[in-house]
């Protein structure tokens, strides 16, 4: 991961190294979230395969590609689309990180191969396969307060399925999924 994705929270931190040791493998079509509610503060941190962003796991290879991964890296960095924290809540607009390692390379007219980094960009993993980050931190006068996140994931990425869910709230932590249709991730058990 990405070492400026992993300051967000120590909330997040806990709950990322818990999950660490039980992490699903490379699959295409599903993604992972997890959630931390704490004071003054509510954090996304997303990961899925490129394939489930922009349909190939590599730097683009062409125009059409390349198109792709524009596409996609403006709808990672739309965080008012892919999120709607409870209005409750009280927060502002998010800090966005995005590690997309062979499409921003990509993006920029790069065409080079992927291949592995231990820098916590998103790269090919040496089989083929290459994963995206993303980090939504939203600042809040009441993040206690949020009941729920609206979100717009499955609708602007149709190649993902599947996304599992991980949250830490006041209430504890647990585990979820978010599938078609579904729009709402609530935040309270």
Known sequence: MKPSLMRSTPVLLALCAASAFAAPPHEHGVGRLDVAVEHGRVT???????????G????PRNAVEREAARAALAKLHDAARL????????????????????????????????????????????DGHADAEASFSFECSAAERAAFVDTGLLESFPRLRTV????????????TLLTRP????????
Request: one cysteine or more; a negative charge.
């Open 44 to 54: 996304l941190l997303l990961e899925m395969p490129l394939d489930s962003l922009v």
């Open 56 to 59: 190939f796991e590599h730097a």
């Open 83 to 126: 999120w709607r924290v409870d209005a409750a809540a009280g927060c502002a607009a998010p800090t966005v990180e995005i590690g997309a390692g062979p499409i921003e390379a990509g993006e920029h007219g790069s065409h080079e191969p992927a291949h592995a980094h231990d820098d916590g960009h998103a790269h090919d993993d040496g």
């Open 164 to 175: 599992n869910v991980q949250l830490a709230t006041r209430q504890g932590q647990w585990k």
């Open 182 to 189: 579904m729009t709402r991730l609530p935040l309270v058990r």
